[in-house]
């Protein structure tokens, strides 16, 4: 039988082969694979510590990820983006989108649609990839303006606007508060008076938002379109961009800016049209200038602007504007790019597209954007037709988000190393948002991982035993989903190609779960993500040696002088062009009863996914897989959530959090508003809502005191009188019959929290615990008196994945599983109203044994004969873990001998390890072998005729 499993090692190998090498065919887009299963959420007000500084939330504050929120007490999910956020008096005002994800589905369709599917068959494509984490249904409104009350958390929905309006920019002027719109070839502008009464003080035709403001010299700005305009000949095409500025005697606007005051290769740009940019998208005062930022295709724009000085050439409203980024100016390149003309080629309208300014301690920032939604749509028509559009996917993530500072000397702007440095290799697509509290500089990112997931999700290897059984049922639900929708037939040649590899990979896949044992289905993940890396360095080579045109590529000879050599793609390769090792492995075993015909049974399985095997590496695009690699990479090893970065000089920054508050649909810090009782933030979640929360440096409110305002219903009498024009949306098709419908889960109704009982002290069991990576660990608190509630206890912080807290007898029990061993520790903290306590938990790195010594002190074997050494472990706290240390790298640089014999295999197996060395040449010398700094020991080798 061990012959056998040698040939479902190989069958299984193949199987990786295919799998990996699935999505590069044609490569059709393969739907991710299922979440894990959420907990449920212990229903108490959700708020974390980091180092000094304690986030709540405030809306629905007992929702936690995968939960519906969307800032509407009692839930909305379509309300996706605290789009816009402002302050006056003891309020908070917040403007929303509702529908972002139903338009931007709506492209991605359109996408599908692109590459020869039929429309109702994309939206069904585009619906089982994202595995309904997103809402599909069609909105019957458009955004809100809500209010939230600083001193109770009252969310209050003021305003609600018609179908296909939305809410971009808001911003605090005197006694009222200013809001622009979104919509589609309308742009508006709202007052919100001392009342809390709104009404459009503004409104004009094309362009799609009013998104910038400001306040100068005491008046207010606004940055967008006015339709009024008369374009030139030479810009009839462009944008009517104008800044305006307000009359508050009567609420009118007159222009400081317009079309002919920047260059017509701006004003024609397509970005200034584009439904994602606006004309202009920010605008700040800073030392006596407007400085407005301007979309680009190649990359940002900026000018300043004043009114004209003696000698300044005045524009026809009396102001004078000139360039400070851009492709004319000389001094800041386009998009702050390396050439004047900025990004171009391949990578117009994805890199740097737009940028935001903000004033920190008296010098000006600007921080960019890359149009996210783009590259992802152009990675969805490469991995769906025959274009190669992956790379520019793989530029984008290349190209990390970054922070400028202007230097008013020479007028050019300088990279800020530190926070720039802590967002490289990271899926972060924009810099958000930027606000000051306690003098401190916050700015925020938007992390596109959580998208990027879906065209990675089959190769990410990040698959667990207990995950196996999904992962093979998701590829069978491909497979089904395939048949329902025809693709076997489909008119595109290589998605019908690519769909029935896909179907026989799941039909074999089906046959041998039972022959595979889980640990086997491991250990070749492991192996062939080594693989893919070895792939992202020398594709070329891979593709050389395959053809027989470099057969003794560097990357061939690494492969066969490295690790796992039974497991490596080449040897595989080879195995599937001739079969030769099967035939030796029957031949072997065939004197064995019974065993002939088994293997005979398995040579057949073989040979057939070995057809599949070879027909995909024979397709393989060997520069987008490449891309594909690296993006896989990437988006494997990113922490999914939007991050919080902050610094008290605006040279040195640090990261306050990397994971969207613990929740990863919170891709994005859509806005940052500073208060008395702390720094509000707005986030953008289009999977369950938008959320918001209050980081401030005090202490949680007592979870007795925090309530979980009503639900409220707007009726008819919450619209305003006179409701803006309706924007028609076109409906998503009807989804066909054979797709399954998306389970929306059910809106939450208001809870309150129970009380809090008092806890005078607590105390930790021990002050350290070591859990091994990926093992699960408990440790507990006692509480004085013993009475807490199960709802009292709140969980701060942990470097770990905490599963359960639960209360009894004045024990409080905390268990979690270790996320990683790159961090040596962390606390634990746990606050019980006015109590608290914590203690570490220690991630170990390797489990140590305490003393190795040899079994014998001297070996002797025959030149070019083989043999085997033996070390006895003592003490050794954990087998398995220790297993885990002696095989790889680690284990063949541990046990090395020079010149006279060569290091053929390690093995541990009770408390023993076994070294095979194969005699070179005929001398004597020392077998050294080294597990950690106590544990070491050697043994004398003799080489003879």
């Not at 998208?281 to 800073?286: E, K, T, V």
């Not at 230097?407 to 606000?435: H, I, P």
């Not at 002939?596 to 057809?611: G, Q």
Request: aromatic share 8%; net charge positive.
């Amino acid at each position: 039988m061990r012959n056998f499993k040698n040939i479902l090692k190989h069958w299984k190998q193949a199987t990786s082969v295919v799998l990996a090498t699935a999505l590069m065919v044609t490569g059709c887009y393969v739907p991710a694979s299922a979440e894990e299963t959420k907990t449920e959420t212990d229903k108490k007000p959700i708020v974390r510590e980091f180092d000094g500084v304690f986030v709540e939330k405030i809306s629905n504050p007992t929702a936690g990820q995968g939960e519906i929120d969307g800032l509407i007490p009692g839930g909305d999910r379509l309300n996706n983006y605290a789009w816009c956020m402002t302050k006056r008096a003891d309020k908070v005002y917040i403007g929303t989108i509702r529908g972002l994800s139903t338009m931007v589905l709506g492209q991605f369709v359109e996408g599908l649609v692109a590459t020869g599917l039929e429309k109702v068959k994309a939206t069904a494509v585009a619906r089982f990839i994202t595995k309904d984490e997103f809402d599909f249904s069609i909105p019957k409104a458009g955004g809100s303006i809500l209010s939230v009350d600083i001193n109770t958390g009252e969310i209050k929905e003021l305003y609600r606007a018609g179908l296909g309006i939305s809410f971009r920019n808001a911003i605090t002027h005197g006694d009222s508060v200013y809001i622009g719109s979104y919509a589609n070839n309308k742009n508006s502008i709202y007052r919100v008076d001392g009342s809390d009464n709104v009404e459009e003080i503004y409104s004009t035709e094309s362009g799609t938002s009013m998104r910038a403001s400001c306040e100068y010299e005491g008046d207010l700005y606004f940055g967008g379109v006015d339709s009024t305009e008369e374009l030139s000949e030479e810009c009839k095409d462009g944008a009517k961009l104008a800044i305006l500025k307000l009359n508050e005697s009567d609420f009118t606007w007159d222009r400081v800016a317009d079309f002919s005051d920047f260059d017509p290769a701006y004003v024609n740009d397509p970005a200034m049209k584009s439904a994602i940019t606006s004309p202009v998208w920010d605008i700040i005062s800073y030392k006596g200038y407007i400085y407005a930022t301007l979309p680009g295709n190649s990359g940002f724009v900026i000018y300043k602007g004043h009114p004209a000085a003696d000698g300044e050439k005045a524009n026809k409203y009396g102001w004078y504007w000139e360039e400070v980024v851009g492709k004319f100016n000389g001094v800041n390149n386009t998009g702050m790019a390396e050439k004047p003309e900025g990004y171009d080629g391949k990578n117009e309208g994805i890199l740097s597209i737009a940028a935001t300014p903000y004033v920190y301690k008296d010098k000006l920032y600007i921080f960019d954007f890359d149009n996210t939604l783009q590259s992802m749509l152009s990675a969805a028509k490469s991995i769906l037709s025959t274009t190669q559009a992956l790379d520019i996917m793989a530029s984008t993530l290349k190209h990390s988000q970054k922070l400028w500072v202007l230097n008013d000397e020479n007028g050019k702007f300088e990279e800020v190393e530190s926070f720039n440095n802590l967002l490289k290799d990271t899926c972060n697509e924009y810099v958000w948002k930027a606000a000051v509290y306690n003098d401190e500089l916050y700015i925020t990112t938007m992390d596109a991982g959580v998208i990027y997931r879906y065209l990675t999700r089959f190769t990410d290897f990040d698959i667990s035993k207990e995950k196996l059984d999904g992962a093979f049922d998701e590829i069978k639900g491909v497979a089904e989903a395939i048949k329902e929708l025809d693709l076997l037939n489909s008119d595109n040649e290589k998605i019908a190609k690519f769909s029935g590899l896909i179907v026989k990979m799941s039909e074999m896949l089906e046959q041998s779960k039972e022959a595979l044992t889980a640990e086997q289905m491991l250990s070749f993940y492991s192996t062939f993500k080594k693989l893919l890396d070895k792939f992202a360095e020398k594709a070329s080579d891979v593709k050389e040696y395959a053809s027989g045109t470099a057969a003794a590529s560097d990357l061939v000879n690494d492969l066969k002088n490295g690790e796992a050599m039974s497991n490596d793609l080449i040897k595989i390769l080879a195995a599937l062009s001739s079969l030769d090792i099967l035939n030796k492995i029957k031949t072997i075993a065939g004197a064995a009863t019974g065993a002939a015909v088994v293997i005979n049974e398995a040579i057949e399985k073989f040979k057939e996914i070995s057809k599949i095997a070879i027909e995909a590496y024979n397709s393989i695009d060997w520069d987008m897989l490449k891309d594909y690699i690296y993006i896989n990479k990437v988006v494997s090893n990113n922490v999914h959530g939007f991050d919080l970065l902050k610094s008290s000089d605006g040279v040195n920054f640090e990261a306050v959090f990397n994971d969207g508050l613990g929740d990863m649909y919170n891709y994005g810090g859509r806005t940052l508003c500073e208060t008395e009782t702390g720094l509000y933030i707005g986030t953008a979640n289009p999977f369950y809502g938008a959320q918001l929360y209050r980081l401030s440096e005090k202490k949680a409110v007592p979870e007795a005191e925090v309530t979980t305002p009503s639900a409220v219903e707007p009726t008819e009498e919450d619209q305003p009188t006179a409701e803006p024009e309706k924007v028609p949306v076109e409906e998503p098709t009807v989804l066909p019959a054979t797709v399954p419908a998306i389970k929306v889960p059910a809106t939450k109704s208001a809870v309150t929290t129970p009380a809090a009982t008092t806890a005078s002290a607590i105390n930790v069991s021990k002050k350290e615990v070591v859990v091994a990576p990926n093992k699960t660990v408990e440790v507990t608190y006692s509480i004085t008196p013993d009475a807490a509630s199960k709802a009292a206890v709140n969980v701060l912080s942990s470097n770990t994945n905490l599963v359960t807290v639960a209360t009894e007898a004045g024990i409080i029990k905390i268990t979690a599983t270790a996320k990683s061993a790159k961090k040596k520790g962390k606390r634990v903290k746990v606050s019980i109203n006015s109590g608290t306590a914590s203690q570490i938990i220690k991630v170990a790195i390797r489990n140590k044994a305490k003393k190795v010594k040899p079994v014998k002190k001297t070996v002797t074997v025959k030149k070019g004969k083989k043999a085997t050494v033996k070390f006895k472990i003592k003490k050794a706290e954990n087998i398995k873990n220790l297993i885990t240390d002696l095989f790889g790298k680690k284990a063949k640089k541990a046990a090395k001998i020079k010149k006279i014999a060569k290091v053929k295999k390690v093995k541990l197996k009770d408390n023993i390890i076994k070294v095979t060395l194969k005699a070179k040449k005929k001398g004597s010398a020392k077998l050294k072998l080294k597990l950690n700094k106590k544990a070491k020991a050697s043994m004398k080798v003799n080489v003879v005729k």
